[in-house]
């Protein structure tokens, strides 16, 4: 059976755009088929700010995969394009984080569905109300257009434009 997915991607260090577009290659090929995939925004730096601006996107995607083996894969992924783990928000090549898995909740050791810094995160939140903003968050009970006019967080979220 399909399940529902919800990923957000972000990337500050290197070559920012290939490293978002090799990681929804990767996610494609492990995890599942793509339903919707946001815009891509460079946003601000949150937790630690002095470091590079990220670009973040949200993407669902459908997996017959469990949460535990979603995020094994991402972990993978992570580490196959070069993600160290040095420090709590430190600059990164790759960051891929679960922020729903359909409406499950999930609260273990290693895994918390839905990601608990969505309702706080513009740079989350913002992408995924391009897709999904009447989805429900299943802690909240609120739709992601909702979160978004509630969130404090006043980061700079922008759409990206290469230039070409």
Known sequence: MEHLV????????GDRLS???KALLLIEKKIGKPHLISSIYETSPW????QPFFLNLTGGFYTTLSPTEVLNNLMEIELHLGRV?????AARIIDLDILYYEHE???EVNLRVPHPGIPIRRFILIPLCENYPNFIDPVSGKKQQELLAQ???QEEVIKYNPVQ
């Not at 919800?6 to 260090?13: A, F, K, R, T, V």
């Not at 783990?85 to 928000?89: D, N, Q």
């Open 151 to 153: 969130c404090k967080d």
């Open 6 to 13: 919800i990923l957000s991607l972000g990337s500050n260090l």
């Open 85 to 89: 783990r040095a420090e709590k928000w």
């Open 47 to 50: 937790g630690n700010t002095h």
């Open 19 to 21: 490293n978002l577009k």
């Open 105 to 107: 909740i999930i609260d």
